[in-house]
Structure formats: structure tokens, C-alpha cells
């Protein structure tokens, strides 16, 4: 019989992979409906250890980035950790959201930063796309479905 602190760090658990993607530039048309296309299982001890700050182990989930907006930090088919558990940007980092003003909802990966006047900075790692700043009072128009947490990135070394 093996020592329940071993049985505990060998236990696994599912991250559901999410039928959506979000796009790193102008945004990715979201799903009619969102469903799980299948799951990566990690270790429950890989969560504590790597993802100590997350709200909760159930709200992750995992999304595929497309597009070359976020390069050089995210790559077209990169598979994200996404804390869902998270709906604002209260501290600077990678985001998925939606913009609530468009005709049809678009998901996107982007980094948010907070302004000093209370708005935000919608922002791109590639230099070639212009940052988009969003007065306080226009934030309602940003959907914030999460905070990525983890990268997995699928590229030959």
C-alpha cells in the first residue's frame, strides 16, 4: 500500500479542451455553442505546484490561439490554460475576451493592462498592431472570459 501523500500527487485531473479558438488580431467569430472536443490531464500536484493563483481547479479550461498578433509569446495553435474563474483585469496579463459591441461576438487573446484613470489597454505582442486604450467608462464593452494561465506550445526546438 502506498502513502496517501504519493497516492494524492499521482492523482490526475481532466482540463476540458474547449471547441473554440481565440484569436491573437482581430478576434475569432465565438461558437454558437460551446462543447468539450476532448481534455488534457495533468496531475493535481502539477496544478498546485505550476498554478498556485488560479480560483479554482474546476474553472480551467483549455482554448487553441490562432493568428500572429500575440507572437512572439503565443503562436498560432498554441493550446492555452485559461482560468475562467477570472472576469476582470484587475492585474496585467494575457486575457481571452469578447468585445460586447460588434455585431457578432468575437473571441480574442490579448494582453490587458489597467491605466491609472481606472481603463484599460487592449494590447498585442506583435509590434505591428497599435494597442486600443478603453476609458473606464467603456469598459462594459470588455467581456473578460478569462486569464491564461499556462501555454502549451506544440513547436520543434
Not at 57 to 63: D, E, F, Q, Y
Request: net charge negative; with cysteine; hydrophobic share 40%.
Amino acid at each position: 500500500m502506498q502513502p496517501e501523500s504519493h497516492a494524492t500527487e499521482c492523482a490526475t485531473f481532466p482540463i476540458p479542451h474547449l471547441n473554440g479558438r481565440a484569436k491573437g488580431g482581430g478576434g475569432g467569430l465565438a461558437p454558437a455553442s460551446e462543447y468539450v472536443v476532448g481534455s488534457i490531464t495533468v496531475t493535481i500536484d502539477w496544478i498546485r505546484r505550476e498554478l498556485p493563483a488560479i480560483t479554482n481547479r474546476g474553472n480551467l479550461a483549455v482554448i487553441e490561439a490562432y493568428g500572429d498578433s500575440m507572437e512572439p509569446t503565443l503562436h498560432s495553435g498554441d493550446l492555452l490554460v485559461v482560468d475562467t474563474g477570472i472576469h476582470q483585469a484587475d492585474v496585467d496579463g494575457v486575457y481571452i475576451l469578447a468585445r460586447a459591441n460588434t455585431a457578432e461576438p468575437e473571441i480574442m487573446v490579448k494582453r490587458l493592462q489597467r491605466t491609472r484613470d481606472g481603463g484599460l489597454i487592449i494590447k498585442s505582442d506583435n509590434p505591428i498592431y497599435e494597442p486600443e486604450r478603453v476609458p473606464h467608462k467603456e469598459l462594459e464593452e470588455v467581456d473578460v472570459r478569462g486569464r491564461v494561465v499556462w501555454i502549451w506550445a506544440g513547436r520543434k526546438l
